[in-house]
């Protein structure tokens, strides 16, 4: 299992911007995958953005060029830098891990607590 620590959410005015970062820890070798989820009222769980052990990444399209991924393995972090911001991006933001891109886009795997991004217009 890994245990997951987000940190870095809070409120902003659109257009402003706002990093996410999670810390993991215990068995985070095992997670080769990591990414951000994010979920709005009444809404379903939208995959945000995900990166590998290696670097690759990927961002939905709702945020692409708006958001970008990255990870330090070193420190067994991984950020989200969010940049743009508009109400519509208003949700808690829950970081992930897991084994392989595959299982990520899944929904399976370890998930933290989640922290809240408010965007007010």
């Known amino acids: 299992q890994v245990q997951l620590a987000e940190s870095g959410g809070g409120l902003v005015q659109a257009g402003g911007s706002l990093r996410l970062s999670c810390v993991a820890s215990g068995r985070v070798g095992t997670f080769l995958a990591l990414g951000w989820y994010r979920q709005a009222p009444e809404k379903q769980r939208e995959l945000v953005a995900v990166?590998?052990?290696?670097?690759?990444?990927t961002t939905a399209d709702s945020v692409k060029g708006r958001f970008t991924i990255s990870r330090d393995n070193a420190k067994k972090t991984v950020y989200l830098q969010m940049t743009n911001l508009k109400p519509e991006d208003t949700a808690v933001y829950y970081c992930?891990?897991?084994?392989?891109?595959?299982?990520?886009?899944?929904?399976?795997?370890?998930w933290g607590q989640g922290t809240q991004v408010t965007v007010s217009s």
């Open positions: 990166i590998t052990d290696r670097g690759s990444s």
């Open positions: 992930a891990a897991a084994p392989n891109v595959q299982t990520m886009f899944m929904g399976r795997g370890n």
